[in-house]
């Protein structure tokens, strides 16, 4: 269903932009408008009054979501209805952290016990792991968990590893391999005992040439010390596809299962976490897994205009389609939480960055942004220039914290002024008149211009725990959700990373000596160019 063709997106994109215009007067005009524009959801305090809204702009948008599919996709999904539909897969990775007993159906067949099964024998293997029972082919207790996965495999449980760094062990530690460049393996090596060393090999699909590169020259270092016998000591797998996995010689008793209505990009709550809960063990798992269901059960229970992924998604609708925004960055002032714009990025550009309706026909408008961001205060010293003072419209999500996962207690309070400062000088900015009343030399007075009026949301939280960790994650699985549905894209499919892939596959041999194929002339060029400059 093209939304554009329906009533209320006439009445959006004819909404006359808020009056007044700029975030000052709207302040000024409304002492509640903080009220009025905070919402909570779980443990997250999320304040929307920073944005560029008012009450008919904020009716409108509800009312585009309301004449969207959104209500009805909402009760396929949870249902397990196959709304993947060029997949022909059902979606469901609400029912990865649904509690023991409920019941979710695919095919006939109740997935939620499943799910549970394999919780429980990964938390039986990560318990054995921590408590030195499983021991590495020499006997020394494991100290260095290495994750082997690229793109969903790879990004949630990396992101999740040092955003609950704190609740993790000193003696037992995971480092995070993706890349097929081997300068990714050689530094994660570097320094490990190949004795003390489990490998976690994940992939859904396991045939991802990065992984299984990568793969085979982890398991050629550890052959090269500890013998081949070695092998079913030192590797583990999570997958999808058994058959692969004993192909590639991992023992499928040392295998942990997903299913194919698991997302790639959606599994960091599937055992794509297990090194996430080796690291900080079953129950705080659990409890990241309790986060996603809070907010899974908000998204189903709370009224569209007070549902924050609704509200926050309809905003992202705003920004792009009407305001012409094309990025949107997620600044976290929280150095644990360092990858996860990363992980935004596979979340939300691999979902909605999509050019066709589900039927297959054209999108009118604009869809999914580009997505961008960096820890505070970092960032401030980089690119918040362009954003106090640039042309472009960049809409902010600011994340924080109330109090740290570590003692530094003063320098916390430092790093969260800067966020409520940035936020405050992004909207309200510094007029002419006060640069002068500054007593600013006039040769600077227009370039110390702050015009303001750029919004924010700013989403805070006590404390980044596991739980929070796993409520931060959903708000933005289902912000993309609610956005697909808006723009009538498939968010579950993926078809634009294949072509890049096969021509790789042609590509590769071409490199080494195999005569090249037919190329454009650039293509040509450059394979020309590296065949002759490569040894
Ligand atoms: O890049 C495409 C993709 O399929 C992602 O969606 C996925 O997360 C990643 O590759 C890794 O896939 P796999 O887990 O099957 O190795």
Redesign the pocket.
């Known amino acids: 269903m093209d939304i554009t063709t329906t009533p209320a997106w006439s009445a959006l994109v004819r909404a006359p932009k808020p009056k007044p215009a700029h975030l000052r007067e709207l302040f000024a005009a409304d002492r509640d408008r903080a009220a009025r524009y905070t919402l909570t959801i779980g443990d997250l305090r999320v304040d929307l009054s920073k944005n560029l809204v008012d009450e008919p702009v904020m009716r409108a948008l509800i009312e585009v979501v309301a004449a969207s599919t959104f209500e009805e996709r909402r009760q396929a999904m949870f249902a397990g209805e196959a709304i993947n539909s060029t997949e022909r897969r059902a979606v469901l990775h609400t029912a990865l952290r649904a509690p023991a007993g409920t019941r979710v159906d695919v095919d006939g067949h109740d997935v939620v016990s499943g799910v549970h099964q394999v919780l429980a024998a990964m938390a039986v293997f990560a318990e054995r792991v921590r408590s030195g029972e499983w021991r590495g082919a020499g006997g020394a207790t494991i100290r260095t968990v290495v994750n082997i996965?690229?793109?969903?495999?790879d990004l949630g449980p990396a992101m999740a590893y040092l955003a609950t760094r704190a609740f993790g062990r000193g003696d037992l530690s995971c480092r995070f391999v993706s890349n097929v460049d081997g300068a990714n393996i050689a530094e994660n090596l570097e320094g490990l005992d190949p004795a003390t060393t489990l490998f976690v090999i994940?992939?859904?699909?396991?045939?991802?040439i990065e992984?299984l590169t990568n793969a085979k020259a982890a398991r050629a270092w550890l052959v090269d010390a500890l013998g081949v016998d070695a092998v079913p000591a030192h590797f583990v797998a999570v997958s999808t596809n058994a058959e692969q996995v004993e192909a590639f010689g991992i023992d499928t008793a040392n295998m942990f299962g997903f299913w194919d209505w698991v997302?790639?990009?959606y599994s960091v709550d599937s055992a794509i976490g297990l090194s996430l809960m080796i690291a900080t063990g079953p129950d705080r798992f659990r409890e990241f897994l309790d986060g996603f269901h809070l907010v899974d059960r908000h998204l189903c229970d709370t009224p569209l205009h007070a549902n924050v992924p609704v509200v926050m998604a309809a905003l992202g609708v705003w920004y792009s389609n009407v305001l012409g925004a094309e990025t949107k960055a997620v600044l976290p002032y929280a150095h644990d939480l360092r990858r996860f714009p990363a992980y935004l990025q596979?979340l939300d550009m691999?979902s909605n960055g999509k050019s066709v309706h589900l039927d297959g026909t054209p999108v009118a408008t604009t869809t999914g942004a580009v997505v961008w961001g960096e820890p505070g205060t970092n960032g401030q010293h980089a690119f918040y220039q362009l954003l106090h003072q640039g042309t472009r419209l960049v809409p902010i999500d600011f994340i924080g914290f109330a109090r740290p996962n570590h003692a530094r207690v003063e320098q916390h309070d430092l790093l969260i002024s800067n966020l409520f400062a940035q936020g405050e000088a992004l909207a309200f900015g510094k007029t002419l008149a006060e640069v002068r009343a500054d007593g600013v030399p006039e040769h600077q007075q227009a370039h110390r211009v702050f015009p303001g009026n750029r919004p924010s949301t700013t989403i805070m939280a006590p404390q980044l725990t596991p739980s929070v960790l796993g409520q931060l994650i959903a708000l933005y699985e289902h912000i993309v959700f609610v956005q697909g549905c808006v723009w009538d894209v498939n968010s579950f499919d993926?078809w634009g990373?294949e072509l890049g892939k096969a021509l790789a596959n042609r590509i590769t041999p071409e490199l080494a000596g195999v005569e090249p194929t037919m190329h454009d002339s650039s293509t040509a060029a450059l394979i020309d160019w590296y065949r002759a400059n490569r040894t």
Do not use: D
């Open positions: 996965g690229i793109g969903g495999s994940s992939s859904k699909t396991f045939t991802t992984t997302g790639g990009r596979q691999e993926q990373v």
